[in-house]
Every structure is written in C-alpha cells, then in structure tokens.
C-alpha cells in the first residue's frame, strides 16, 4: 500500500468546466460571500461573548455553530478561490486528506449541535420549571464536547479506512472539493467497506437526530398549543420555526447526498448542492437566528452603545 500511494503528490479537482472570465467572476462572488459568512458568524459569536444577557444554553450552543459554519467554510473555500484566481484545479495530498477529516467532522458535528438544540428547546417549552436544573452548564459542557469528540471520532475511522486503499491511474476527482464519495471513486481498491461505514454514519447521523428531532418539535408543538397567552405563542413558536428552517435546509441536502443511491446523473447535482450547501448555509443560521432574534438585536445595540461610550 506505501508503494501505491508514495508517488502520489496531488490530485486534480474537476469541479465545474467554466472559461476563465466565469472563473474570475465566480471568485468575486465566492469571495464576497465567504467574507459575509466570516463576518456574520464572528458578530454572532462576539455578540455571545460580550453579552452577559445571552450566556444562555439556547446561545452556548448557537455560538458552536458560529464557530462550526466559520470552521466548514475556511476548509473548502480558500483552496477553492486559489483554484479559481489560478486557472489551477490540483491539491496536493496531505491538503486533501485534510480537507477529509475537517468536512467530515464538521458536517457530523452540525448535526449533533442541531439536535442537541432542539432538545434545549424541548425542555424550555415543555418542562419551563426545571429548565435551569436540567440545562444545568455541566450538562451543556458535556453534551457539547461529546458532540465534537464523536463527529471527530468517526472522521478518523472514514479517514483511515480511505488510507488503506491502493491507487492507481489518473488521480482526477469530479468535484470541487475532496468529498469522500467522489475521492473513493479515483482509487482502484475495494470500497464496499467504506461505502457501508459511510452508509452507517449516515443514518447514525442523519436519520437518529432528524427522528429524535422530530419528536421533539411534536412535543413542542403540542406544549405551544396549551399556551394560554398569545403573545407566548408567538414568541415559542417564532423561536421553534427558526430552527426548523435550519434543520430543514442542512439535513435534507444531507440525506439527498449520502443517502439516496448513486448514479452516473448525480455527479454534476452533488456539486452543485455542496457548492449551496458551503456558501449559503454558514449565512443561513446569522439571518435566521439574528435578524428574527429580538434578543440578539437588543445585544448588538446594547454592545454598539456600549462601544460608542467608551
């Protein structure tokens, strides 16, 4: 297996076959929207940070996706740019191998956060009295770090099963990234374990959170109908509608992508769901989560003036 894989230095991404004008114009656009996302996220973590009124459970965990949107984006999208700004479409080994591990990791990541977050909102709404005791911070402290610890865990064992396969011939990847699925098609090595770990992660992943989340929000819905007062209603409803339009959004271009069978069709749809998925989702969760926020809003101008004051 060292000998198969010593010469290997890097590997050609096909990506998208676009004229070099498209490819400047593209790098603009893609520029422009990394930078949103960095800024958003950082004002949303920063915001969390600088505010006491927000060390809350619902913004402890909202700040690990700030941090997981700014994370998954850093990890395509600058090789990307310096692709596109080249008229260059190689990365070298190592960085592929990289990028591997970070897309893993953070996508299983997110999954867990999203699901760990309607929990939080599951007993705010449905058990509000013992909210504080239930959502205790050692509580919050071990449901995120074994969020991260897991969705590391099974990045390292999709990785290293990937590592263990020969290659052999032209090293071009139809994507624009290293996605595992489209990686694992360049090597000339059985892959049926892979595919079945893959598989498993996807489920373990995708369709147990999405299922717990569901019942959750079933819950939740029954509890906000009780609600006697309309103005709680709306304002349990209008934070519960949020996340489900984030969860919405992640978890069905996921399952699209790991779950449903492969066919030659599929290539070019795939790219162009993780090309959405990488530039729009990171900006999705500020937007949902800042501009429908009172709590969020009311921080930024109590931090804004704070600023001005001093």
């Not at 920063?46 to 619902?58: A, S």
């Not at 008229?87 to 999203?114: D, G, P, W, Y």
Request: hydrophobic letters at 50%; aromatic letters at 14%; proline letters at 3%.
């Amino acid at each position: 297996m060292e000998g198969n894989q010593s010469w290997i230095a890097e590997f050609i991404l096909v990506g998208f076959q676009l004229s070099e004008e498209m490819e400047l114009l593209l790098f603009v656009i893609f520029s422009l929207l990394y930078t949103f996302n960095l800024l958003a996220n950082g004002m949303i973590l920063g915001l969390i940070c600088l505010d006491p009124r927000l060390h809350t459970p619902m913004y402890y965990f909202l700040s690990h996706l700030a941090i997981i949107d700014m994370s998954y984006a850093s990890s395509n999208l600058p090789n990307l740019l310096a692709n596109l700004v080249k008229h260059r479409k190689t990365i070298s080994f190592v960085l592929c191998i990289m990028q591997m591990i970070f897309n893993l990791n953070f996508a299983s990541i997110e999954c867990l956060i999203l699901v760990v977050m309607s929990y939080d909102r599951y007993v705010a709404i449905c058990h509000p009295l013992q909210y504080t005791v239930i959502m205790n911070w050692r509580v919050c402290t071990v449901l995120a770090v074994a969020s991260w610890a897991c969705a590391f865990s099974m990045a390292l064992v999709q990785v290293s099963l990937f590592l263990r396969l020969p290659f052999c011939g032209p090293q071009k990847v139809n994507h624009f990234f290293c996605e595992i699925q489209s990686v694992l098609k360049v090597t000339c090595g059985e892959i049926w374990i892979n595919d079945i770990f893959l598989f498993a992660e996807g489920v373990f992943i995708l369709v147990g959170p999405l299922s717990l989340m569901l019942v959750s929000y079933v819950h939740i819905l029954w509890a906000i109908l009780k609600i006697q007062s309309k103005e709680g209603r709306k304002k349990a409803f209008s934070t519960c509608s949020s996340h489900l339009c984030v969860v919405g959004f992640y978890f069905g271009i996921a399952m699209v992508v790991y779950l449903v069978p492969e066919s030659s069709q599929r290539d070019e749809q795939k790219k162009i769901l993780f090309l959405f998925y990488t530039l729009f989702n990171p900006l999705l969760n500020p937007l949902v989560y800042s501009l429908r926020n009172a709590q969020v809003k009311a921080a930024f101008h109590r931090v804004f003036h704070k600023q001005r004051t001093m």
